[in-house]
């Protein structure tokens, strides 16, 4: 089953990787940080030995966004983001694993101070998520 691990961060200041663009992890004590960040390699090492890391991209600043909309008959684009928000995506991850329970072991260790984490089965032509 394919899930997306979607990050969603504040955009100021925008970057990546998110937890060290963000007050509650920059305030965490150094080596605590550096534990967060080799526990967080070790995930992606694990899931991509195993054959479940599917593929992940950092997204660019929403302030640099484009969004387009179909209105009276024609596309219209106008500068992004898409809404006023105080969080925005930051980034995904597509996982494919046996099942929930297991995305839900994988996306719980994504979960960093500052970031909020979403789980999001894949779903497909048909209306199946798996």
């Known amino acids: 089953m394919k899930y997306v691990i979607l990050i969603h961060s504040n955009p100021q200041p ?3 990787p998110t937890g060290e663009y963000n007050a509650g992890f920059q305030a965490l004590p150094a080596a605590e940080r550096a534990r967060m960040d080799r526990e967080f390699e070790e995930l992606l090492t694990e899931l991509h030995q195993n054959g479940e890391l599917v593929t992940g991209e950092a997204l660019g600043d929403p302030a640099t966004a484009t969004v387009y909309r179909w209105e009276s008959g024609d596309t219209l684009a106008t500068d992004g983001p898409y809404s006023e928000v105080k969080e925005h995506l930051a980034g995904f991850f597509m996982i494919d694993v046996g099942d929930r329970e297991r995305a ?6 994504f979960a960093n101070p500052g970031d909020t984490i979403e789980l999001r089965p894949a779903m497909w032509p048909g209306g199946g998520d798996d």
């Open 104 to 109: 839900e072991q994988v996306a719980r260790r």
């Open 14 to 16: 925008w970057g990546h």
